[in-house]
């Protein structure tokens, strides 16, 4: 079982960035695919970007595409979420999440594990 920790969330101009990051402990990660989500009041949690247990390939929601960049250290059991020219709705608190599934997937219900989350506040 894999425990996952993010941090770098904070408040930020809008147009500013931040990187976000996701330590994993317990396991090694190269056996997941590593997702972000992200989640205000009264909404669900929404799907933001996933990549592939080597990195090769990753998968993001059209309103973060162009604009931020999942990566990830395997050998640092680390996985970021680079977030640039931020938006008022970027607004939400950040979560990182593993899962067995293999192939890229935006589902909530394929991810197993998760962070406790990074609130990410972009004020205009």
């Known amino acids: 079982q894999v425990q996952l920790v993010e941090s770098g969330g904070g408040l930020v101009q809008a147009g500013g960035s931040l990187r976000l990051s996701c330590a994993a402990s317990g396991r090694t990660i190269d056996t997941y695919t590593m997702g972000w989500f992200r989640q205000t009041p009264g909404r669900e949690r929404e799907f933001v970007q996933s990549?592939?247990?080597?990195?090769?390939?990753?998968y993001s929601a059209d309103s973060v595409k162009g604009r931020f960049t999942i990566s990830r250290d395997n050998a640092k059991n680390m996985v970021y979420l680079q977030m640039n020219s931020l938006k008022p709705e970027d607004t939400a608190v950040y979560y990182c999440a593993a899962s067995h599934v293999v192939a890229l997937t935006t589902l909530r219900d394929r991810y197993q594990y998760w962070g406790q989350g990074t609130q990410v506040t972009v004020s205009s």
């Open positions: 990549i592939t247990r080597n990195g090769g390939t990753t």
